[in-house]
């Protein structure tokens, strides 16, 4: 099993700048791929980033240029640099993982909440 905790959340004003983090214990050595989703009050969850363990990276159009996803393998923990935010990044923000044989197994963070205020 892979277990997720996140921390980093909190309060910022339009163009602040807030890290998230999120590190594995468990089986993290059969991570393949993490990411950050979010999710806004009345809104899809939608993914934000991921990075693999290589370091190849995806973001969400939305947040290109002014996030910036990492890993740091051997600390088993992800940042999420979030740099010019605006009040739409306001969301409860989950970390992912997915791990295991032929990386099939999923596992989720508790989830925290990004709160920008205008």
């Known amino acids: 099993q892979v277990q997720l905790v996140e921390s980093g959340g909190g309060l910022a004003q339009s163009g602040g700048s807030l890290t998230l983090s999120c590190t594995a214990s468990?089986?993290?050595?059969?991570?393949?791929?993490m990411g950050w989703y979010r999710q806004a009050p009345g809104k899809q969850r939608e993914l934000v980033a991921t990075?693999?363990?290589?370091?190849?990276?995806n973001y969400l159009d939305s947040v290109k240029g002014r996030f910036t996803i990492s890993r740091d393998n051997a600390e088993n923990t992800v940042y999420l640099q979030m740099n010019s935010l605006k009040p739409e990044d306001t969301a409860t923000y989950y970390c992912?993982?997915?791990?295991?044989?032929?990386?099939?197994?999923?596992?989720w963070g508790q989830g925290t909440q990004v709160t920008v205020s205008s």
């Open positions: 468990g089986s993290s050595n059969s991570i393949f791929l």
């Open positions: 990075i693999t363990r290589g370091g190849n990276t």
């Open positions: 992912n993982a997915n791990w295991g044989p032929r990386a099939s197994f999923i596992s």
